[in-house]
């Protein structure tokens, strides 16, 4: 992936800010949130196996 990642997160809060376009179709960026299967494979460390008991997705 060549595209930049922007990240904003001010010293004075707790919340941070990330940005990143995408050369995707939009449905496959939804799919890639809601779907907990695509989730995992995305979110976290490669070399570590992850469990999603429940996932809340909401748009």
């Known amino acids: 992936m060549t595209n930049a990642l922007d990240l ?5 809060t707790l919340a941070m800010e990330v940005t990143r ?3 995707a179709p939009v ?8 779907e907990p299967e695509l ?11 992850m469990d999603i008991t429940e996932w809340n997705f909401r748009s």
Not at 8 to 12: F, G, I, L, R, S
Not at 27 to 32: D, Q, T, V
Not at 39 to 49: A, C, F, M, Y
Request: proline residues 7%; negative net charge.
């Open 21 to 23: 376009e995408f050369d």
């Open 27 to 34: 449905e496959a960026l939804y799919r890639a949130h809601a």
């Open 8 to 12: 904003n997160a001010p010293v004075d």
């Open 39 to 49: 989730v995992k494979r995305w979110l976290g460390p490669r070399d570590l196996e």
